[in-house]
DNA sequence: GATGAATGAGGCTTCATTCAT
DNA sequence: GATGAATGAAGCCTCATTCAT
């Protein structure tokens, strides 16, 4: 028997191509992304067939990632607002706890190095959140609209939201109520 | 195209740039964007000393001439909302008629390679539109925070909603208005 | 390929290598032979030191496989021309009957890194066919030459003579007698 | 007007990958040719699009050399024999003149990174040289069959002959004399 | 001033080989 | 003994930048 492929290794990986990327953007070296992780250069290429999988495994790591840090918690049964609050407060938190995560999901976002296959994937397991979102249109001023265009605000205004708290860490609590209030106001009926 | 005249130059390898990053990324190739703007490989470089630095300039210029779009025409006596309105239309329609122009931004917008300075220097100019941003967080909701939060919350909500237009160009106008409008409930007084 | 009984690992790691070979060259990796022999990666390097000596016995193994071919129901007593015949006949069918061998073959004896000892070694056993050519050139027109010569004048009209057969295969034989008749045209006494 | 690509500087590489790939088969490195001709290891890829591209061209030029050599001083109007003699002669010595010029066109012959339509290319202007070899075949023993095949013939016993030149240089004569009349006893009329 | 030929550093990827299991 | 995970050297190729013309 060969010595078992350490799932540790994967993960190693992932997360130092997170730290790398987060820093260097998506031109960042696979070399370096294998030297953070400890690992050989040739190594990175056992687990990954080139930087294209990579990267659309890190993207769908971070989403689960995301949607773990989202789900978990989720307060199914509460008023419509609280629901929305904590989708908010949980993804803020996410990003927040985790700025290398949330930079380079950024990046990944734009990139169309990922396959557009495995953001739909992405987007499956948000049922509590869709739902909610759903709600929220359909109560909301923006009733005419798919959920999908509330669910991109919420999270460009979540995006500079974090900026902001980033920014001036003092006002950190203030920007993510405000922000949230905002959101609120814009999505919510009168 | 054809090779443009002496002076036109700089221009011309900016327009070029312009557009083969909005296709390419940021990893489009100096030899590219001369061959695009009809111009020798070497001749990009007697304009630019490197390549941060036409990223620098193309930073600034896209700025430019996104802020003469927003400014010309704007209706400095204008009610609040009215002033508000301009200033989301000319932006979203700079960034319609124009999506390389967009795309380029946006990537130049995330990339580190874009000077704090520069970036700095791209806020000026934008007076009657600063004045008016002032204004909507001193008599809206968010009147405790900096309006550059105000600012920025404007353009990232209308950059959701230029994806949303681009995506379903025959509801392109239905995502416009409510757009702004979801912008407005969120920073003007209930 | 199922995993082969242990003590043919050798034998099927030659196999898949006379193939893998054939459609890939000489470049072909060893983890590609180890993969079509189904066998580790690993497993290989238990059985050949490195990769120029698996090249130098599949060498070995190819050329005794040819030998056989060519030396069994040899006619040793026939007349002169029928031994000839069948030396050219079994040759042929040797090469037409397993193309992969041929044309791993035809690499090897190209390659450089076959060792000119396996070469040699590989002449060896030929014996009632070197007899035979010794006698061809004895009484042929090319009495003053090394037999080697016209041994390998054979060989190399022989694969010209296959390729054309391969070539195209309604004609196939065809170009195998017109092949020989050339050989003895051009070795037999007038 | 920037520097003028030296045709010097092809060629220098066309040489140089010659010598390289004659000693070290067609896996010789790029880099290995860059060296060998003096070259920067970017320089070849400026004069050819990737290594393919080297090869394929490089088997053009052999081709034309070996053209050029059998063409020139080709006696139209002489007995067929002769001609069949001119064409023998000037094929040997082109391939003992320059050694590595003949490895290498061996290689690439054998090789399937030469395109078919660079192959068949390479097969025009050897006109005086088909017409002849359409005679031999008419008037000779194989006239059932295509010249190609008598063409392929006269090559490879031709190469067959120069490795017995080059192996005993001081029969070297004698080989290439038996050589030819190997072939002409082979091809034509009784 | 304009050009594009020249280049080496650096990027991605493959691969023969080693060795822990 | 068998395996395949691990690896770094080496291969091909790209590219920002320099500089001869």
Chains 1, 2, 3, 4 share one sequence.
């Not at 380079?104 to 509590?128: H, N």
């Not at 109560?139 to 999270?155: E, I, M, Q, S, T």
Request: glycine share 6%; aromatic share 8%.
């Amino acid at each position: 028997m060969a010595r078992p492929k350490t799932g540790d290794k994967r993960s190693a990986i992932l997360q130092a191509a997170t730290v790398t990327i987060a820093s260097n953007g998506l031109g960042a070296s696979t070399a370096s992304i294998a030297k953070a992780a400890g690992v050989g250069e040739g190594s990175l290429f056992r687990y990954f067939a080139d930087k294209d999988e990579l990267l659309n495994e890190l993207y769908r790591e971070l989403k689960n990632n995301m949607r773990h840090a989202m789900t978990s918690g989720f307060p199914a049964e509460a008023a419509l607002k609280v629901r929305a609050r904590h989708i908010w407060d949980s993804y803020v938190s996410w990003g927040m706890d985790s700025p290398d995560k949330r930079k380079t999901m950024a990046q990944l976002s734009v990139s169309d190095r990922v396959l557009e296959r495995i953001r739909q994937e992405g987007q499956a397991g948000f049922d509590g959140i869709s739902a909610t979102m759903q709600q929220i249109v359909d109560r909301g001023k923006l009733c005419a609209l798919p959920p999908r265009f509330v669910n991109d605000l919420l999270l460009s205004m979540a995006e500079t939201t974090m900026a902001a708290m980033a920014n001036e860490p003092r006002k950190a609590e203030r920007y993510r109520a405000a922000g949230f209030e905002a959101f609120w106001s814009a999505a919510a009926k009168k």
